[in-house]
Structure formats: structure tokens, C-alpha cells
T-cell receptor, first 113, second 114 residues
Framework: NAGVTQTPKFRVLKTGQSMTLLCAQD?????MYWYRQDPGMGLRLIHY???????AKGEVPDGYNVSRLKKQNFLLGLESAAPSQTSVYFC????????????FGPGTRLTVT | QKEVEQDPGPLSVPEGAIVSLNCTYS??????FMWYRQYSRKGPELLMY????GNKEDGRFTAQVDKSSKYISLFIRDSQPSDSATYLC??????????????FGKGTHLIIQP
């Protein structure tokens, strides 16, 4: 049982490049979340999903898109990366019927130059 | 004003001391209150979870929620060097579907000196 995994762990992009961050969970959780963590800002919710095929905007959705084609995967896309998107990205999953805890992945460190 | 306020520290205390970490919040609709611990370059992990007001104890850790004052605390007794980490308070509103993401404080960097 790997829990929540994220790919890649590190990435450097040039401004304007695109990339996709992959989050996978093996706990059969319905709910999945993408957060970003910046110094002095804490964790902020980007997008979330309440089940396969659904997505919704969080606090800071601009510049990001997401997809949940399979229950176990939640993808975060950056279509045209900007230096302001330099951050550490965390994925989390959650099942309120099992335990009221969001389980976090290890994070992806993204630098946009 | 941010919804959740937390002093980022760093807070440095000697081993064995009692540590008090706090958050204040402005949204009276928050009903679930959590403390996460985050070691350097790792993801947050849940430490304590409380629903509504009251106290909860788990080993050396005690979480307190005072909804009338919009104030939550985490106490660590007999602090150990392994407790050195960033502690994040988090809260959420219950909206029926349970899908709400968490609203986090900035996190307090705690250092326990051996």
C-alpha cells in the first residue's frame, strides 16, 4: 500500500513550457486535491475532485487545469508555465466514510525560470 | 485579513519543555480543526483532529479548540528533538458532501534543542 504518490519529484521548466503532474492513490478514495505551498503563504488549494470525471476550482486555480479520468489518478496541468508557479505542489486524497484525514503525497518541487 | 493566522516562528525551546502552538481564525463556519506535522521536504501528516470545541489528547499531544474565541492550540509535553518540524493548523467547513479542501495556516517552524 503506497498511499499517495506523485510524479515527478523535481522539475525545472522554462517560462511558457507546459507539463503535467501526476498524483496516484491506492486507497480507493473518492476525493482528491491539489495544493501548492509557498514560503510565508502556507498551503493553498488549487483544484479538487469529488469523484471520477469531476473537478472543481479551489482558492488559486488560475493557470492550472486538472483531470480525473480514473478514480486513482488526479492530474495537474500547467499549459504555459510562469515564474509565479514556482512552488512545491502537494496532492492529497480523502475518504470521509473511512477516516476524516487528508493523506498527502511527498510533493513535487517545480521551478520555472 | 487571511482566514487563518499562525505565527511562522521559528520557535526554539529546550528538550523536555512544554510547547504551545496556536492559530486564530475569522470564519465562524469552520467546524473541523486539524494539526499537521511536516518534516523538511516531506508532505504534511495528520497529528490531531478535533470536531467543534473542546480538548483532545493523544500521548504527549493535546489539541484545544475554543470556537467562541476562534482560537485553537496544540500543546506538546516533554518535547523531543524528533518533534522539530513545521506544524500547520488546518480547518474546514462541513458542506454536507465533505469535499471541502482544507484552509491552512502558514505553519510554525518548531526547533527542539537537545
Amino acid at each position: 500500500n503506497a498511499g499517495v504518490t506523485q510524479t515527478p519529484k523535481f522539475r525545472v521548466l522554462k517560462t511558457g513550457q507546459s507539463m503535467t503532474l501526476l498524483c496516484a492513490q491506492d486507497m480507493n478514495h473518492e476525493y482528491m486535491y491539489w495544493y501548492r505551498q509557498d514560503p510565508g503563504m502556507g498551503l493553498r488549494l488549487i483544484h479538487y475532485s469529488v469523484g471520477e470525471g469531476t473537478t472543481a476550482k479551489g482558492e488559486v486555480p488560475d493557470g492550472y487545469n486538472v483531470s480525473r479520468l480514473k478514480k486513482q489518478n488526479f492530474l495537474l496541468g500547467l499549459e504555459s508555465a510562469a515564474p509565479s508557479q514556482t512552488s512545491v505542489y502537494f496532492c492529497a486524497s480523502f475518504d470521509p466514510d473511512v477516516r476524516n484525514e487528508q493523506y498527502f503525497g511527498p510533493g513535487t518541487r517545480l521551478t520555472v525560470t | 485579513q487571511k482566514e487563518v493566522e499562525q505565527d511562522p516562528g521559528p520557535l526554539s525551546v529546550p528538550e523536555g519543555a512544554i510547547v504551545s502552538l496556536n492559530c486564530t481564525y475569522s470564519n465562524s463556519a469552520f467546524q473541523y480543526f486539524m494539526w499537521y506535522r511536516q518534516y523538511s521536504r516531506k508532505g504534511p501528516e495528520l497529528l490531531m483532529y478535533t470536531y467543534s470545541s473542546g480538548n483532545k489528547e493523544d500521548g504527549r499531544f493535546t489539541a484545544q479548540v475554543d470556537k467562541s474565541s476562534k482560537y485553537i492550540s496544540l500543546f506538546i509535553r516533554d518535547s523531543q528533538p524528533s518533534d522539530s518540524a513545521t506544524y500547520l493548523c488546518a480547518m474546514k467547513v462541513y458542506s454536507g458532501g465533505g469535499a471541502d479542501g482544507l484552509t491552512f495556516g502558514k505553519g510554525t517552524h518548531l526547533i527542539i534543542q537537545p
